[in-house]
């Protein structure tokens, strides 16, 4: 099972669901963002976001008390991706990802930018930020696949992220215009990381993996 230990800034807690309950809330949150306010796929009756890949992948929900404010889902490269079946139109002719053990994608990343404003919403974004190369560093993760509207592509490069396109930009369901690219985690800079984790605390277990990571590296 993918590991993940809780992240703290704040008031804000990055953590693994735990629960069925707190899945309920995910799922809700992912509801409100993904099929209310953006339209990317229909509006269900039980205001639930749910599908297939929620059955083999792990759900990280970022918590402000007892409220969802953002998520993200990690599915292992030893299962399907939605980039193979749902947005394959976005690759073009040929293209191969790597799949397996060190391979993993990214979907329903979000956070509720409705509800979060000025440094409140900036340290929920780095808690959520933080969360894609912990998961990927805990996990040993080198390739994580994702697709996104170009605005956040270009947003992700400004960042320093080490990311590359895959595909080219093509239009999806409902017209807006997404691109899918790839995480190389082995090219992330020790300053990078040293700035996605200022201000953060993690459990006990979480910094002995890592001191982990430290000595390694």
Same mark, same amino acid.
């Given at each position: ?70 998520? !993200?889902?990690?599915? $292992? ?9 749902? #947005?394959?139109?976005? =690759? +073009?002719?040929? &293209? ?71 595909? !080219?930009?093509?239009? $999806? ?9 790839? #995480?190389?985690?082995? =090219? +992330?800079?020790? &300053? ?26």
């Amino acid at each position: 099972m993918p590991c993940f230990y809780a992240l703290q800034l704040g008031e804000f807690q990055m953590r693994q669901v735990a629960c069925p309950e707190e899945l309920q809330q995910q799922l809700a949150f992912r509801h409100k963002v993904f099929r209310e306010q953006l339209g990317w796929v229909p509006v269900r009756d039980d205001g639930l976001d749910s599908d297939r890949y929620d059955g083999f992948s792990d759900n990280l929900a970022l918590w402000h008390g007892k409220q969802v404010v953002g998520s !993200v889902r990690f599915t $292992l490269g030893s299962e399907p991706f939605m980039l193979e079946h749902e #947005f394959s139109r976005l =690759l +073009v002719p040929g &293209e191969t990802l790597v799949k397996g053990r060190r391979s993993a994608e990214i979907t329903r990343f979000a956070m509720d930018g409705q509800a979060l404003r000025g440094r409140p919403a900036a340290a929920a974004a780095q808690l959520l930020y933080l969360s894609l190369w912990q998961w990927a560093a805990w996990n040993r993760i080198r390739w994580m696949y994702f697709v996104v509207e170009p605005r956040m592509y270009r947003r992700l490069a400004a960042l320093k992220f080490p990311i590359q396109p895959v595909g !080219v930009p093509r239009p $999806l369901d409902g017209g807006v215009l997404s691109m899918a690219g790839c #995480f190389d985690w082995s =090219l +992330v800079t020790p &300053e990078f990381i040293q700035s996605m984790q200022q201000g953060v605390t993690v459990s006990d277990a979480s910094q002995e993996r890592l001191r982990e990571y430290d000595y390694s590296h």
